[in-house]
């Protein structure tokens, strides 16, 4: 599995492996993180929720 070190430094050909949502790549800035967040507020109420009883 990549780092999250790496998802900001690779290019764009990402090889779609799933990656799992944790906080801190919430909190790095990637494109479209706004529309995960929105998406995940539609089903849990925070965060943390999500993380804590979701597949994230």
Do not use: C
Request: charged share 25%.
């Amino acid at each position: 599995m990549r780092s999250l070190k790496d998802l900001k430094t690779e290019n764009l050909n990402i090889d779609k492996t799933p990656l799992r949502i944790t906080g801190e790549m919430l909190e790095m800035g990637l494109v479209n993180t706004q529309v995960l967040e929105g998406w995940i507020y539609s089903f849990w109420k925070d965060v943390d929720s999500f993380i804590s009883n979701s597949g994230g």
